[in-house]
Nanobody, 124 residues
Framework: QVWLVESGGGSVQAGGSLTLSCTASEYTYCLAWFRQAPGKEREGVAS???????DYIEPVKGRFTISRDDAKRILYLRMNNVKPEDTAMYYC?????????????????????WGQGTQVAVSS
């Protein structure tokens, strides 16, 4: 099991920026960020594979950037131009196999290890 600990969440105004971090206990092939807003299903936001291939859901393309530092075992999510609809609990996830082709709502079942989450609140 991979232990994951998120940090960096907080409150930010619309149009602002925030960077989330996730420290992993060990190296793993595929890492991803998910989010869950109150009353909604958990959804994948972005994923990054061991070879740095990335995938994003449409609403965050051009605004969010996922990256990983394998030497430090840290996953990042840089969030620029945030919007109120980005408000959610953000979770780091890992799985010891290749990343899914596309992130969908069912991708939550593909990942085996999860962090506890970090809250992001965007005010208008």
């Amino acid at each position: 099991q991979v232990w994951l600990v998120e940090s960096g969440g907080g409150s930010v105004q619309a149009g602002g920026s925030l960077t989330l971090s996730c420290t992993a206990s060990e190296y793993t092939y595929c890492l991803a960020w998910f989010r869950q807003a109150p009353g909604k299903e958990r959804e994948g936001v972005a994923s990054i594979s061991y070879d740095a291939h990335t995938d994003y859901i449409e609403p965050v393309k051009g605004r969010f950037t996922i990256s990983r530092d394998d030497a430090k075992r840290i996953l990042y999510l840089r969030m620029n131009n945030v919007k109120p609809e980005d408000t959610a609990m953000y979770y780091c996830a890992a799985v010891p196999k290749i990343c899914p082709v596309n992130l969908t709502t069912s991708s939550v079942h593909y990942f085996s290890d999860w962090g506890q989450g970090t809250q992001v609140a965007v005010s208008s």
